[in-house]
């Protein structure tokens, strides 16, 4: 067994990394739409289709568990995927297969609740807000699902999201990091101006932001915590594979296999330079 990262492009990189990270000996195949990225501007069928092709490309190269490590796919494909297609794709294969995505543990990491917890409803005001901002792709900002999902569980957090509607775009293509900087601290800036001053926290809620987090910091008033959401979905998947051994009975040679449906050769230098060495992606 083989795990799936998949992605419209290569942000899910800094996902993989961490699984890298903390499951050395699983096998790991990345694929990249990079044919069709970015996805946070497209409608939301489409965005379930593409999604649907990638998983069934990735269950076609010996993965059994796909981790959606993409927001936009995340918050518009995976629960439509869930449960209307994977159950009969599961049961014609004849063995374990899912796909998961990083919605769910982001909001774990924000919230510092599990999924299943939801809030007592109180009429009191609450007194003190922690204000979350969250910078994402304008699908993922449309879906609203940090605002709601938060709010299902924490009353005194409140959510605003920022669409970034070029970044992941501009992060695909090496954009220069003067260029990249000035694009992030207007989106910061416009994310203060609405809420009427800077977010206490911050998600980056595209995991191609997560290359140029840095960036972010640097924009953001000092110390403010960025939640990272390679970290905590590597934590979800851990805990899930300890709950779920049977998609380990195979698979633990180690091996890496990158893959795009775009153009396959060497990535630009700004992931280059974050994945620490050149990359080079296979066609698919």
């Given amino acids: 067994m083989a795990i799936g990262v998949f992605d419209s492009g290569v942000g899910g990189l800094t996902v993989h990394r961490a699984l890298v990270a903390r499951l050395p000996q699983t096998d790991l195949v990345y694929l990249a739409d990079q044919a069709k990225a970015p996805y946070g501007g497209r409608p939301g069928e489409e965005i379930v289709d593409l999604t649907r092709a990638g998983c069934e490309r990735l269950f076609d ?14 918050a ?17 294969r004849g063995r374990p297969t899912n796909v998961l995505g990083i919605i769910v543990p982001t909001i774990e990491a924000a ?24 910078f994402s792709t304008p699908g993922t900002a449309a879906s609203r699902v940090y605002e709601i999902e938060i709010d299902k569980r924490r009353q005194d957090v ?84 300890e709950r779920h051994p049977a998609f380990l009975v195979a698979g633990e040679a180690g091996t890496r296999r990158f893959l795009t449906t775009g153009k396959p050769g060497l990535q630009n230098g700004r992931v280059g330079a974050f994945w620490g060495a050149a990359l080079r992606f296979e066609g698919v």
């Fill in 61 to 74: 190269l010996g993965c059994d568990l796909i981790i959606l490590a993409c927001n936009t796919a995340s």
């Fill in 111 to 134: 919230t510092g609740l599990p999924w299943e917890h939801e809030a007592e409803r109180r009429g009191d005001k609450v007194e003190q807000l922690d204000v979350l901002g969250v």
């Fill in 158 to 241: 409140a959510v605003f999201s920022e669409p970034c509607p070029n970044l992941a775009r501009m992060i695909e293509d090496g954009a220069e990091e003067d260029v990249l900087a000035d694009a992030v601290a207007g989106h910061v800036a416009a994310l203060a101006r609405r809420i009427g001053r800077a977010p206490d926290r911050a998600i980056l809620g595209c995991t191609h932001y997560e290359i140029i987090a840095p960036l972010f910091r640097a924009a953001l008033p000092p110390g403010t915590p960025l939640i990272h959401q390679p970290g905590a979905t590597a934590d979800a998947v851990e805990r899930y594979l």
């Fill in 76 to 92: 518009i494909a995976l629960r439509r995927l869930q449960q209307s297609w994977l159950p009969a794709y599961r049961q014609a």
